[in-house]
T-cell receptor, first 111, second 111 residues
Framework: EPEVTQTPSHQVTQMGQEVILRCVPISNHLYFYWYRQILGQKVEFLVSFYNNEISEKSEIFDDQFSVERPDGSNFTLKIRSTKLEDSAMYFC?????????FGQGTRLTVV | RKEVEQDPGPFNVPEGATVAFNCTYSNSASQSFFWYRQDCRKEPKLLMSVYSSGNEDGRFTAQLNRASQYISLLIRDSKLSDSATYLCVVNPRAAGNKLTFGGGTRVLVKP
C-alpha cells in the first residue's frame, strides 16, 4: 500500500539553527501539506502546496517557514532560526482531492 | 466558538460494547467531513469519510447532521484495538483542501 514517508523520524536542534524536514508524498497525489502537533494539543494546518506553489497557508506559517518541491518526489519544510516553541510533531500529508494521508511524522525538539 | 469541537473523554468502554460520540463544527459552509484515528504519538490515520446519507464500514457508522452541524461516530462490538483518540476533521470550505482538526475524543476499551 502506498504511503507518505518522512525523514528524519526525530530531529534535535539548537535554538536559532535551521532545520529541513523531508517528505516523499504518495506518487500520484497532487496536493501536499504540512501540519504540526504540539504535544498534548490538536493537529494544526501549516501550509498546502499544489501545482508547484503554495495554495494556502495558516497564520503559523510565517517568514520563518518555507516549503519546496526540489524534484519530482520530495517535498520539504524548512524552518529558519528555530525557537523553543517550534518543538512539535510535524506531519506531511498528501491527497488527490480532500482525503489526506499522513506520514509517520518528524518529532522536532528544539533545545 | 471553536471551529471543530469534541468531548475529550476518555470514554471507558467494556470490550464488546457500543460507544458513540459526536463532534460539532462551526462553519455551516463546510463541505467534507472525516473521522481519523490517532494512536499515541503516531500519525492520524483516515478511518472514514462522512457522507450526507450516513455510511457504515464494518463496525463503524458515521452520521452527518448538517442542520445541527454535527457528525457522529458509533463503534459496535468494541475491540481492545479500538483504543485510540478519534479525531473529527472538517474541510471548512469548498475552495482549498485544508483540514481543520478537533482536539480528539479518547476511547479506552477494557477487557
Amino acid at each position: 500500500e502506498p504511503e507518505v514517508t518522512q525523514t528524519p523520524s526525530h530531529q534535535v536542534t539548537q535554538m536559532g539553527q535551521e532545520v529541513i524536514l523531508r517528505c516523499v508524498p504518495i506518487s500520484n497525489h497532487l496536493y501536499f501539506y504540512w501540519y504540526r502537533q504540539i504535544l498534548g494539543q490538536k493537529v494544526e494546518f501549516l501550509v498546502s502546496f499544489y501545482n508547484n506553489e503554495i495554495s494556502e497557508k495558516s497564520e503559523i506559517f510565517d517568514d520563518q517557514f518555507s516549503v519546496e518541491r526540489p524534484d519530482g518526489s520530495n517535498f520539504t519544510l524548512k524552518i529558519r532560526s528555530t525557537k523553543l516553541e517550534d518543538s512539535a510533531m510535524y506531519f506531511c500529508a498528501s491527497s488527490v482531492t480532500v482525503e489526506a494521508f499522513f506520514g509517520q511524522g518528524t518529532r522536532l525538539t528544539v533545545v | 466558538r471553536k471551529e471543530v469541537e469534541q468531548d475529550p473523554g476518555p470514554f471507558n468502554v467494556p470490550e464488546g460494547a457500543t460507544v458513540a460520540f459526536n463532534c460539532t463544527y462551526s462553519n455551516s459552509a463546510s463541505q467534507s467531513f472525516f473521522w481519523y484515528r490517532q494512536d499515541c504519538r503516531k500519525e492520524p490515520k483516515l478511518l472514514m469519510s462522512v457522507y450526507s446519507s450516513g455510511n457504515e464500514d464494518g463496525r463503524f457508522t458515521a452520521q452527518l447532521n448538517r442542520a445541527s452541524q454535527y457528525i457522529s461516530l458509533l463503534i459496535r462490538d468494541s475491540k481492545l484495538s479500538d483504543s485510540a483518540t478519534y479525531l473529527c476533521v472538517v474541510n471548512p470550505r469548498a475552495a482549498g483542501n485544508k483540514l481543520t482538526f478537533g482536539g480528539g475524543t479518547r476511547v479506552l476499551v477494557k477487557p
